[in-house]
């Protein structure tokens, strides 16, 4: 859902009729939430659910929701091989038009909030679903908080009702090219960090600036003029940690850079990047960023609670 909030929210304010579906249920695997699907009368989508498998059917099926359904879908080995995905099996999606979701929803989406939304069913079909304060979670019923409480994206479902947490998971984008990128990226992964890897400022840009600040950017490499776009592109946006790796010699003609073209912001800049733990090899180096990183975040976290 975080994915589609700015897509769908432009469509909401624009007047334009846009459908959203969740994957809720399914046989295997524990569903996330968070990954949606969003679709347009002509034929527009954007995001997917279950990894893409499921977008066909759920597609074929938007123009009978009607005021908001559970849709059944069953991937095959030939669906989940065509998305590059391995869990096959039968699942639930819970589909329905943007407008009848909470109208602030998709600014908490964009701003990377949590949010926990009830969706009330009758045979299958959506009544209404409302959104839930984590102020006022105490007055809901044992289900709705236990999900809540579980910490991370997850879905409820019963016969009368579906639960939907969504938390956001960190992204960290690794830019510019060498081992310790690669590295940060595999360390990232394991921490459950979403991860894109760029080379270049062309692939890399367009990543960064869409950071929040609960996200990390990394820039590696040796080119200053290439370290300074990324770097620039990251200033600019919202990113709650910019770490470069490189060293002090480095660092400062990166400086310099940013300086003559009149780039503000440079205290956010953290370089050369990682704790001082001795790193040698580009595993360690990635393990020093990283903690550097989740420092960074927690400080921020308590000082904006």
Do not use: F, K
């Not at 869409?210 to 950017?217: A, I």
């Not at 820039?219 to 060293?247: F, K, N, Q, W």
């Amino acid at each position: 859902m975080y994915d589609v909030a700015l897509t769908v929210g432009a469509c909401v304010r624009a007047g334009t009729r846009v459908d959203v579906a969740w994957l809720v249920s399914r046989d295997g695997p524990p569903v996330d939430p968070s990954e949606a699907l969003a679709l347009t009368p002509g034929g527009g989508r954007v995001g997917q659910v279950w990894g893409g498998a499921a977008d066909d059917q759920v597609a074929e099926r938007a123009g009978t929701i009607g005021p908001g359904r559970l849709v059944p879908v069953t991937v095959g080995e030939y669906e989940a091989a065509l998305a590059g995905q391995t869990a096959t099996g039968s699942g639930q999606c819970l589909a329905l038009p943007a407008e009848a979701l909470p109208a602030d929803l998709w600014d908490r989406l964009v701003e990377r909030e949590a949010v926990c939304l009830v969706t009330d069913l009758d045979v299958g079909r959506v009544t209404r679903t409302r959104l839930v304060e984590a102020a006022a979670m105490e007055a809901e019923d044992a289900e709705v908080v236990a999900v809540w409480a579980a910490g991370r994206s997850a879905t409820a479902v019963s016969a009368d009702r579906v639960v939907t947490v969504l938390r956001p998971v960190p992204t960290l984008v690794a830019a510019g090219p060498g081992p310790v990128g690669d590295a940060v990226v595999r360390l990232a992964e394991v921490l459950g960090w979403r991860t894109h890897r760029a080379h270049d400022p062309g692939t890399a840009i367009p990543l960064v600036v869409g950071l929040t600040v609960l996200d990390s950017l990394v820039v590696t490499g040796h080119d200053d003029e290439i370290a300074g776009r990324i770097m620039e592109a990251g200033l600019s946006g919202r990113a709650g940690y910019i770490g470069v790796v490189g060293p002090r010699v480095s660092q400062q003609a990166r400086l310099t850079w940013l300086t003559d073209r009149n780039v503000g912001g440079l205290e956010r800049i953290h370089g050369p990047a990682g704790l001082d733990i001795g790193a040698r090899t580009p595993a360690e180096v990635a393990a020093a960023v990283l903690a550097e990183a989740i420092a960074v975040h927690r400080l921020d976290a308590q000082a904006n609670p």
